[in-house]
C-alpha cells in the first residue's frame, strides 16, 4: 500500500487506515484481531482509535493485539484525546486531555501515540488545549499531535498560536461529505496539515449495498448505528451513490473502490480512514487497486456531489 506524509511533517502512514470505532461494541475480540491481521499484511500501518469508542475498549482490544497479533514497530497509532463526562459532555481541559492521554497509554500498552488528535469541543481557552499539546509532545508521548473536527478558524487560531508543529487535521470527508472543502481542506493546506479523512466510504453508504434496500444485519438497520447512516440515504446523499454506482459498473470495479480512488486524488489528503463490521468486508476494501481515476470521471463524480453549503 502506498505510504503517504502527513502534511508537510515526516511523518508517513498508509494511504487507507483502519478505524476501530465499532471495535468492542459490533466487532468483538476474535474479529477485530482478524481485522488487524489484515490491515497489515495489506500493507496498512496507520490505525485510529479514541477512548470513547466502547469506553474504552476499542484501546484494550488493540493494545492487547500490539506484541501478539502485530509488532508495535509495525503500526502508526492515531488516537484522539477527551473523555466523556456526565451529559455527554467532552472534557478538553488541560486535566481532561492529559488525563485521557495517560490512560489511552495504558490501554494501548504503549509508552508513545505516533499521533495525537485533539477534538473540538467546549470553551477550553486556546492557551490551555495548547499547553496540554505542548507537554504531550515534548514529553514525547506523543510524537506528533494534531486536531479533529476543528472550525478553520479555530485550527488557524492554534496552529498559529503554538510552538510547536501540528502536523494533522482529521475531518469527515467523502463524496458524500464534502462541507470541510469549503474552508478546513484549504486552511489546513495552507498550515502544511495533513487529512484524515474519516467515514472515508460515507458511513458504509458509498459500497452500495443500501441501494433500495435495509440489509438486517448492517449499521443502518441496528438500534445503535442507525441515527449514524440514516441522513446519507435519501435525497441528495442518495443520488451521489446512485452515480457513483452508475460509473464504477461502466469501469467494471466495485463502488467503494471508485469512492477511495476519487477521495484519495483530493489535494491535501494523506489517509482514507476506513472501519469494517467484518474482516471480510475489510478485505474486500483493501484489495482494490487504488490508481488514479480518469479525469473524465473524476469530473463527474466532483459534479454530482457537489456541495449546496
Known sequence: ???????????????????????????????????????????????????????????????????????????????????????????????????????????????????????????????????????????????YVGVADHSAWRFAQLAATAGFPIVAHETEYSLLARAAERDVVPASAALGAGLLAWAALGRGVLTGKYRGRLPADSRGASDLWAPYVSDYLTGHPERVTEALCTAARGLDVQPHELALRWLLGRPGVSSALVGARTPVQLKEVLDTELKPIATQINDVLDEVSAPGY
Open 1 to 143: 500500500m502506498e505510504l503517504r506524509n502527513v502534511g508537510s511533517s515526516g511523518l508517513a502512514v498508509s494511504a487507507v487506515g483502519l478505524g476501530t470505532m465499532t471495535w468492542g461494541r459490533d466487532v468483538d475480540e476474535e474479529n477485530a484481531r482478524e481485522q488487524l491481521r489484515i490491515f497489515v499484511d495489506a500493507g496498512g500501518t496507520l490505525v485510529s482509535t479514541a477512548p470513547r469508542y466502547g469506553d474504552g475498549e476499542a484501546e484494550a482490544m488493540l493494545g492487547g493485539f500490539i506484541g501478539d497479533t502485530v509488532a508495535r514497530s509495525e503500526l502508526v497509532l492515531c488516537a484522539q484525546a477527551g473523555t466523556v463526562r456526565s451529559g455527554r459532555r467532552m472534557d478538553v481541559s488541560r486535566r481532561g486531555l492529559l488525563d485521557s492521554l495517560d490512560a489511552t497509554l495504558s490501554r494501548l500498552q504503549t509508552g508513545h501515540l505516533d499521533l495525537w488528535l485533539v477534538p473540538a469541543a467546549g470553551t477550553v481557552p486556546l492557551e490551555e488545549t495548547l499547553s496540554a499539546m505542548e507537554t504531550a509532545y515534548r514529553s514525547g508521548r506523543a510524537r
